[in-house]
């Protein structure tokens, strides 16, 4: 199995992303949305639209981040991820990714603007090949890499999934 995740990393020209796992971005909408026409929480203006591929393999994770605007996670290839997402009043949704429909898995998932949220590999699963689409478009100006303790501080009741999705 690590042979065809390193063929998928090689083949789709993945790279290292700063929250875990690998990327590359794929789409960036050629119109933009001027910051006038954006929520106050953007500042400067946004592609309509960004898509990315995202990978992680077993042991990798995906850590708690939020980001301003939507992100519409779609399963590709592999086997189940788990999405961990809480919301701005500490409600924890977990959500698996995957093909299984009778199991609950899901082929596509949102996480609304402003969560924190990140995922992981359910047990058992080799690898994920996923995408990831959000509008407006994503910029690095608007994520946040959550930081364990004001997270621990803010959803205590959430602990073990945020010591294991942070450092």
Not at 25 to 48: K, Q
Not at 78 to 84: R, T, V
Not at 101 to 118: D, E, L, M, R
């Amino acid at each position: 199995m690590l042979e065809e995740v390193d063929e998928l990393v090689a083949r789709l020209n993945l790279v290292p992303h700063p929250e875990g796992g690998f990327y590359r971005e794929t789409y960036r909408a050629n119109e933009t949305i001027p910051d006038t026409g954006l929520p106050p929480r953007f500042h400067g203006s946004r592609a309509v639209s960004t898509a990315i591929f995202y990978l992680l393999r077993t042991g990798d994770r995906s850590k708690l981040h939020r980001i301003k605007s939507d992100e519409i996670w779609h399963f590709y290839k592999g086997d189940p991820l788990a999405i961990i997402a809480i919301a701005p009043d500490g409600q924890l949704t977990e959500t698996t990714l995957g093909r299984d429909f009778g199991q609950g898995q899901v082929p596509q998932h949102v996480v609304p603007a402003g969560h924190w949220f990140g995922a992981i590999p359910a047990p058992g699963s080799a690898y994920a090949l996923t995408g990831c689409t959000v509008a407006p478009g994503f910029d690095f100006a608007d994520f946040e890499l959550g930081a364990r303790g004001t997270l621990l501080s803010a959803y205590p009741q959430h602990r073990g999934w945020i010591e294991k999705l942070t450092d």
